[in-house]
């Protein structure tokens, strides 16, 4: 049984339950620096909620006594603090969500870690929280982190605050030091934008002002902690809002149904009502809004619900279902502010994926326009983005998307970024609004295309990207197909990664981030060629998977030539004519190629060729030569059916 049980469960459980089905909810956060007291004030909250179980109650007398802070009498940090890390270092590592009731209403809180490096798990917690609990010691006032954990929730759309002055049994319960605490705070936050701030004295060990107001602070007469959590009115505008649906499953149980599924992300629906599909702009009736239970008059935010239409119109997962008289944007191209939170910096034009709602595509993010300092809250400039950077940038996605800015609709307006090769979040984002070029933007048609200027050519147009180490020989042989190719009659054009960055790329240096760009616009311009009805022959390091994979996505299908010429590193070092492994191995050169900065081999290649010294560069060129008359790319090119 519970440590301390409320007496309808006992006597009338479907009553209880019932009523507890009722409640509002309440999800919040609890933030600030390092050892302000998040965990001893959740485990205080549980228990002060009659939530901890005999068994629980029992081990956590136990773990008190064997590794607890408080000289043996009960810790109740040790109820949150999960992770054995945890509980040895004493810290908050992960978030931890906990839930907990009340007589009025119903809570989830989420524990975030106070260091400064786990900054993204922080911002995982608060982007589903409607309030920030965010602690200050009242021994050390207001830190870095309590400036940093503020300014994230401001980012995050958090407005309703409550500061928490813990641990005031350490200072006397001084009133002065929580008035000067509260001062300094509230100077601060209004720089931020934050206005709707709640100061409540409090010793979270002691239970003072948890639940009771207790005897220690009788110059406060504000509310107590809990008093203020089951008071606070979270209700958000998004029910008012024009109705949202992002379409998450198309459902087909048999041949006579056919229903879009999701939850609503804004506004009220009723059958009849008329909607707009996003992004093809179908406009059609709402005819049934279905559920387990039965067809609902209507749907309101939140709700998970099936819709049916009067019209047979084409809608798929990540489409919107919109009021048709005020639907979202659309667009592909934004201003957004992102968290970092890969281990590998952001690298600016890397392609990655974007999950935005249901809807999953590629992203490009562009070099940040600046970066925020949260300790003194200036903008500062920067390359890329670190763990835990929180930055503005630009991006640019493949496809047009509905969104509403996230200031009007997290739902609509949040995102996270992953990883395309490891699959790992490596982000969470912001869209603050669209960037209106990318709808003044149009492809132009042209009557003479690619494959008419091939035919004049009396060829096919391809990309051949030779890739390799430095020293591998992947000019040599590039150059050596050049000249066979010409001999033959062929149009071609030999893109070199030395000569390029004379002149095109001549602004970039040699980090990852460089490397990056460098590829892109060699890729953008290879295509362009390539358009031209040429065979382009491209000799790169490109030492990355992920450009080369964003390099073929820019082509047909077999119209980009993968050739791996695979030289060992101690082979390609020792031909090192330009004496750039040398300067490398020295120090004097830095981000260089199989010295200090990865070469990721290709793993799928359309030819991969030995550059060991097994073959020679003369042979190497022939095997270029038989594979492209091989897949056609040496024959005529077709009349377009």
């Known amino acids: 049984m519970a440590h301390a049980t409320n007496d309808l469960v006992t006597t009338d459980i479907e009553g209880y339950l019932r009523a507890h089905e009722h409640k509002s909810l309440l999800r919040f956060i609890t933030c600030g620096s390092v050892d302000d007291g998040k965990s001893t004030l959740i485990g205080r909250l549980l228990y002060d909620s009659k939530l901890v179980f005999a068994d629980q109650l029992a081990a956590l007398e136990a773990d008190s006594k064997r590794v607890g802070t408080q000289g043996g009498d009960l810790d109740f940090a040790l109820l949150v603090d999960g992770l054995t890390a945890e509980r040895e270092q004493g810290i908050t590592i992960d978030v931890a969500y906990r839930f907990f009731s009340t007589e009025r209403r119903k809570f989830i809180v989420a524990d975030t870690p106070g260091h400064e490096q786990y900054t993204r798990n922080m911002v995982t917690g608060a982007s589903t929280a409607d309030l920030a609990v965010i602690l200050v010691d009242a021994r050390k006032g207001v830190l870095t982190q309590t400036r940093r954990h503020s300014h994230l929730v401001s980012l995050l759309g958090i407005r309703r605050i409550v500061l928490a002055v813990n641990k005031l049994d350490l200072v006397g319960y001084d009133q002065d030091v929580f008035t000067a605490i509260e001062a300094d705070y509230r100077a601060f936050a209004t720089g931020i934008g934050l206005t709707d701030i709640t100061c409540i004295p409090?010793?979270?060990?002691?239970?003072?002002?948890?639940?009771?107001?207790?005897?220690?602070?009788?110059?406060?007469?504000?509310?107590?902690?809990?008093g203020h959590l089951e008071s606070v009115d979270v209700t958000d505008d998004l029910p008012a809002r024009p109705f949202r649906l992002p379409v998450q499953w198309?459902?087909?149980?048999?041949?006579?149904?056919?229903?879009?599924?999701?939850?609503?992300?804004?506004?009220?629906?009723?059958?009849?009502?008329?909607?707009?599909?996003?992004?093809?702009?179908?406009?059609?009736?709402?005819?049934?809004?279905?559920?387990?239970?039965?067809?609902?008059?209507?749907?309101?935010?939140?709700?998970?619900?099936?819709?049916?239409?009067?019209?047979?119109?084409?809608?798929?997962?990540?489409?919107?279902?919109?009021?048709a008289a005020d639907p979202p944007e659309v667009a592909d191209q934004f201003q957004c502010r992102l968290v970092w939170m890969g281990e590998e910096p952001m690298l600016p034009g890397r392609p990655y994926l974007i999950k935005l709602g249901t809807l999953g595509t590629g992203v490009a993010i562009g070099r940040p326009k600046y970066v925020y300092n949260v300790n003194t809250l200036e903008h500062t400039a920067a390359r890329t983005l670190a763990l835990n950077d929180i930055g503005v940038c630009d991006i640019r996605l493949d496809r047009p998307v509905p969104?509403?800015?996230?200031?009007?609709?997290?739902?609509?307006?949040?995102?996270?970024?992953?990883?395309?090769?490891?699959?790992?979040?490596?982000?969470?984002?912001?869209?603050?609004?669209?960037?209106?070029?990318?709808?003044?933007?149009?492809?132009?048609?042209?009557?003479?295309?690619?494959?008419?200027?091939?035919?004049?050519?009396?060829?096919?147009?391809?990309?051949?990207?030779?890739?390799?180490?430095?020293?591998?020989?992947?000019?040599?042989?590039?150059?050596?197909?050049?000249?066979?190719?010409?001999?033959?009659?062929?149009?071609?054009?030999?893109?070199?990664?030395?000569?390029?960055?004379?002149?095109?790329?001549?602004?970039?240096?040699?980090?990852?981030?460089?490397?990056?760009?460098?590829?892109?616009?060699?890729?953008?311009?290879?295509?362009?060629?390539?358009?031209?009805?040429?065979?382009?022959?491209?000799?790169?390091?490109?030492?990355?998977?992920?450009?080369?994979?964003?390099?073929?996505?820019?082509?047909?299908?077999?119209?980009?030539?993968?050739?791996?010429?695979?030289?060992?590193?101690?082979?390609?070092?020792?031909?090192?004519?330009?004496?750039?492994?040398?300067?490398?191995?020295?120090?004097?050169?830095?981000?260089?190629?199989?010295?200090?900065?990865?070469?990721?081999?290709?793993?799928?290649?359309?030819?991969?060729?030995?550059g060991g010294g097994t073959l020679s560069a003369e042979e190497c060129a022939e095997l270029v030569v038989e594979h492209l008359r091989t897949v056609g790319v040496l024959s005529p090119a077709q009349e377009e059916p």
């Open 202 to 226: 409090m010793s979270a060990l002691r239970g003072d002002n948890i639940t009771e107001a207790g005897p220690h602070l009788p110059w406060y007469t504000g509310p107590t902690l809990i």
């Open 250 to 323: 198309v459902n087909r149980p048999d041949l006579d149904f056919r229903g879009f599924s999701g939850q609503v992300a804004g506004g009220r629906l009723r059958p009849g009502d008329r909607v707009r599909v996003l992004p093809s702009g179908q406009e059609s009736t709402i005819a049934r809004i279905v559920t387990a239970d039965g067809d609902l008059d209507e749907a309101v935010t939140d709700q998970s619900i099936t819709v049916t239409l009067t019209d047979e119109i084409d809608v798929s997962r990540g489409d919107v279902i919109a009021a």
């Open 403 to 610: 969104f509403d800015p996230y200031a009007e609709n997290r739902h609509l307006g949040g995102f996270v970024v992953i990883d395309r090769l490891t699959r790992t979040t490596v982000a969470a984002g912001l869209l603050d609004f669209a960037l209106r070029r990318s709808h003044n933007l149009h492809w132009q048609s042209i009557e003479v295309d690619r494959a008419a200027r091939a035919r004049s050519k009396g060829q096919r147009a391809a990309a051949v990207w030779f890739t390799g180490l430095s020293g591998a020989g992947k000019s040599t042989i590039a150059n050596l197909v050049e000249k066979r190719l010409h001999d033959e009659g062929r149009h071609t054009y030999l893109l070199d990664g030395d000569n390029v960055r004379h002149g095109l790329n001549r602004d970039l240096g040699f980090t990852d981030a460089d490397r990056v760009e460098n590829i892109r616009r060699v890729a953008e311009v290879t295509r362009l060629m390539v358009d031209a009805g040429l065979i382009v022959l491209a000799s790169f390091i490109s030492p990355f998977r992920a450009e080369r994979r964003f390099a073929r996505s820019l082509f047909e299908d077999g119209e980009f030539i993968e050739v791996h010429v695979d030289t060992p590193l101690r082979v390609a070092e020792s031909r090192d004519r330009k004496g750039l492994y040398a300067k490398a191995r020295r120090g004097e050169l830095v981000h260089f190629t199989g010295v200090d900065s990865p070469y990721e081999p290709p793993e799928t290649p359309e030819l991969r060729l030995d």
